[in-house]
């Protein structure tokens, strides 16, 4: 059974950082590209980051410069560096591969 657990997500000010985790449990981790996914109130889910088995890494024009996407596949986990955060950022966090979701982590960014 596979499992996607997320965390890391919380209130920040503007210009703020947060980290977030994603860790993958009952797969070949390293076989996987995994995505990073957000969705604000009221708004259609987006693709913010994606990272390949082999580490390729792609971004939404949105978080570019201010996104990093990383993986550890010791640890089975990717990470989302989110500097220079905006209120626009604000939104549930979602890591993805496949058909496997975790269950979100919500960032909250405001001053």
């Known amino acids: 059974q596979v499992q996607v657990v997320e965390s890391g997500g919380g209130f920040v000010q503007p210009g703020g950082s947060l980290k977030l985790s994603c860790t993958f449990s009952?797969?070949?981790?390293?076989?996987?590209?995994i995505k990073w996914y957000r969705q604000a109130p009221g708004k259609l889910r987006e693709l913010v980051a994606h990272?390949?088995?082999?580490?390729?890494?792609n971004y939404a024009n949105s978080v570019k410069g201010r996104f990093t996407i990383s993986r550890d596949d010791s640890e089975s986990t990717v990470y989302l560096q989110m500097n220079a955060l905006k209120p626009e950022d604000t939104g549930i966090y979602y890591c993805?591969?496949?058909?496997?979701w975790g269950q979100g982590t919500q960032v909250t960014v405001s001053s």
């Open positions: 993805n591969t496949n058909e496997y």
């Open positions: 009952g797969l070949l981790f390293n076989l996987y590209a």
């Open positions: 990272i390949t088995n082999t580490g390729y890494t």
